[in-house]
C-alpha cells in the first residue's frame, strides 16, 4: 500500500490546519487509517486514527481541538487541526495499518506542521 501526503505547512498559535492522505494499492479489508507525528530527538507517537468500522482515537492531547475524517471509497483520510499549539510542531505521518496477520504498515514520507507567531 503507498501512502501519499498533503498539507501543512506554518501557521500561528490558535489558527487552523488541515492534512489529507491517499493510500493506493491492494488493500486488505479490515485495516485503519491514522496520524503520527514525530518530535525531533523523539519517538513517533499517536494523533489519531479510524478504523475500517469507523471507529476513532485520539490522543488526550488533541482532543477536542483535531478532527479525523475517512472516505472509505476514496481511501482517503483527512485530520483537522484547530486551536493549534505551539507544541503541536511536529512532522506528521499518515499510517495504513492491517492488523493481519500478519500485521502490516505503510507510512507516508512526513509532511512538517510548524505552529509559530
Known amino acids: 500500500v503507498h501512502v501519499v501526503e498533503d498539507g501543512g505547512g506554518l501557521v500561528q498559535p490558535g489558527g487552523s490546519l488541515n492534512l489529507s492522505c491517499t493510500a493506493s494499492?491492494?488493500?486488505?479489508?479490515?485495516?485503519?487509517m491514522g496520524w503520527y507525528r514525530e518530535f525531533p530527538g523523539k519517538d513517533r507517537e499517536l494523533v489519531a486514527y479510524v478504523t475500517g468500522g469507523r471507529n476513532t482515537m485520539y490522543a488526550n492531547s488533541v482532543k477536542g481541538r483535531f478532527t479525523i475524517t475517512r472516505d472509505y471509497a476514496k481511501n482517503t483520510v483527512a485530520l483537522q487541526m484547530t486551536q493549534l499549539k505551539i507544541e503541536d510542531t511536529a512532522v506528521y505521518f499518515c499510517?495504513?495499518?492491517?492488523?493481519?496477520?500478519?500485521?502490516?504498515?505503510?507510512w507516508g514520507q512526513g509532511t512538517q506542521v510548524t505552529v509559530s507567531s
Open positions: 494499492g491492494t488493500m486488505r479489508n479490515i485495516n485503519s
Open positions: 499510517n495504513w495499518h492491517e492488523p493481519g496477520p500478519p500485521e502490516y504498515d505503510s
